[in-house]
């Protein structure tokens, strides 16, 4: 099933992402960065909104407009295209509070089954890696791309 | 390919806009670089994946 997701635009190496919301606060520029870390392949997530005028990215923003859904499937989408071109890759997300962590794990949840076709999911633990299952309170996540 | 079909695909279609290029690398939060190199550092990666 594919949900409703907005149009994104992409540099030419695929690691970052924006796309415009469009909810009940007007039109707010996001930004998906996928940034790699010393180790080989290994790449943190970063979700946020774009300062219109600077071009500044806030992480720790709620937006509240009103489409969470539609956001969350466009940030799905930038994690095919991103594993697309990075087949290797290793993507680690955590929320910039326990807030949106949580919400993190409720966006894994809802599109568990259709995501585990598609990719390796683990939850982040205190000793270790889970493979993710829902109710749990991850502290982080992690995903890979399957290989087709 | 219809815009129908496209609109399917798992896999997005993207437009290139090469300013975007500007934040390659960019660590959005310090914070969040230094809990992932201290989860790489304590837990590492899933045994399933390092041992294959």
Redesign the interface.
């Given at each position: 099933m594919?949900l409703p997701?907005y149009?994104?635009?992409?540099?030419?190496?695929?690691?970052?992402?924006?796309f415009i919301s469009e909810g009940t606060k007007g039109r707010i520029p996001k930004?998906v960065?996928f940034?790699?870390?010393?180790?080989r392949d290994?790449y943190?997530l970063?979700f946020?909104d774009k300062d219109k005028f600077t071009g500044d990215?806030d992480?720790k923003v709620i937006s509240n407009n009103g489409d969470s859904e539609k956001v969350l499937a466009t940030v799905i989408?930038?994690i095919?295209?991103f594993t697309?071109k990075y087949q290797d890759a290793?993507i680690?997300a955590?929320g910039?509070t326990k807030a949106r962590t949580r919400l993190y794990r409720m966006g894994i949840s809802k599109y568990l089954s259709e995501g585990k076709r598609?990719f390796?999911i683990?939850g982040?633990l205190k000793?270790?890696?889970d493979d993710f299952k829902k109710g749990i309170d991850y502290n982080?996540f992690?995903v890979?791309r399957k290989k087709s | 390919m219809k815009i129908k079909e496209l609109?399917?695909?798992?896999?997005?279609i993207?437009?290139?806009?090469?300013?975007?290029?500007?934040?390659?690398?960019?660590?959005?939060?310090p914070?969040?670089?230094e809990?992932?190199?201290e989860?790489?550092r304590t837990?590492g990666?899933?045994?399933?994946?390092t041992n294959k």
């Open positions: 594919i997701r149009p994104l635009t992409t540099g030419l190496e695929l690691q970052t992402f924006e930004l960065l940034t790699q870390t010393n180790l290994f943190i970063s946020g990215i992480d989408a930038t095919y295209a697309d290793y680690y955590t910039s598609d390796e683990y982040e000793d270790g890696w982080g992690l890979k | 609109n399917k695909r798992k896999v997005p993207v437009k290139i806009d090469k300013s975007l290029d500007r934040y390659n690398g960019l660590v959005l939060s914070d969040k670089l809990k992932a190199n989860v790489l837990i990666l899933p045994k399933q994946w």
